[in-house]
């Protein structure tokens, strides 16, 4: 649930290698996208995840303005590298890309969500009916 279908993180790359970005609508859409894409109950501002010896999954809730959750990711065969699932203007405002946000976001058909072209399918619904955003 990390990788996109060619084996790269499949989150918005930032100029710092380590950072990636994940633009969602808000803090409640922020714990759902966690949850859907890690496949466990995060319930607490804490989130410890011990996969053996493949590594571990830690995140809590930002105080960072912008920023709801943050994600470390320090898993067997994968750079070390920290999400920040944030607002779509914190996003669009941390990346250095020629595209611009808009062009690396989809909205969903079903429930109207946005979420990175990375992702195969809504975090939120599951949904494959899925539309440009044009603008936010």
């Known amino acids: 649930m990390i990788l996109d279908d060619t084996g790269n993180i499949g989150f918005i790359p930032t100029e710092n290698e380590e950072i ?15 949850k859907y894409r890690l496949n466990t109950k995060w319930e607490d ?3 410890n995840i011990h996969l053996g010896e493949f590594g571990t999954i830690a995140g ?11 994600i470390h990711f320090n898993v067997k065969e994968l750079p070390k590298f920290t999400l920040k699932v944030s607002s779509i203007d914190y996003c669009a405002n941390a990346i250095n890309s020629p595209l611009p946000l808009e062009s690396q976001l989809w909205m969903c058909g079903g429930c109207h969500k946005v979420y990175p072209k990375l992702m195969p399918s809504c975090p939120f619904c599951g949904s494959l009916d899925r539309q440009e955003l044009v603008s936010h």
């Open 60 to 70: 809590n809730h930002s105080d960072e303005e912008g920023v709801f959750d943050i």
């Open 45 to 47: 501002d804490k989130l």
């Open 20 to 34: 990636y970005l994940c633009p969602v609508n808000n803090a409640e859409d922020s714990r759902k996208l966690c």
